[in-house]
């Protein structure tokens, strides 16, 4: 069973449209949780991170809910450039620090139609 | 340039030939992680190095594979004998000493190597 699961999509919304992305993970001793955006062909690069109180940047809205050990993204109003793969990312403890590895999803395809 | 670097940005290699990338972390960065990403996939951990040590090795890091970090500053990854399933795009990150929610917990990508092997 792989440590981070996702949905690949692909996810096509019309422009103003709310979408909602989630994926579980497997190991429930996980740390940290994040949301990175990728574009084509370039690096992974940090959306957000998630917390178990939720946290909202701006349009963009992150869950995590450790009993049931699933996080979700939701991304209200999209726009054009929110066109992009969404990997999310957990970063899982190693002998006892926290200074392990982080697992990522395959990534979610959004796709913002005009 | 304060980000990661890395060098080449792309290589195409022949079946059973050797390649070599590099990786210029943060300067400031103690911690250094090798992942891989083929295609339609999510990067995967392949090896981790704080300082010169190399800390962690993936079972993906097959015998095939070899890290350095010599110094604790740049970091190489030798492929020995490609092969085709080694197409991918081998990504650096480096993390700083501290990590919080005002440093977004250290991460930094370089912008990968892509590797195509024919």
Redesign the interface.
Known sequence: RKEVEQDPGPFNVPEGATVAFNCTYSNSASQSFFWYRQDCRKEPKLLMSVYSSGNEDGRFTAQLNRASQYISLLIRDSKLSDSATYLCVVNTAWRGSTLGRLYFGRGTQLTVWP | DTGVSQDPRHKITKRGQNVTFRCDPISEHN?L?W?RQTL??????LT?F?NEAQ??K?RLLSDRFSAERPKGSFSTLEIQRTEQGDSAMY?C?S?APR?D?ET??G?T????T?LTVV
């Open positions: 911690r992680y992942y339609g996939q999510g990067p995967e951990f981790y704080q800390l962690e993936s990504l990150a993390r990590q929610r977004n917990y991460y990508f370089g912008s990968g892509r």
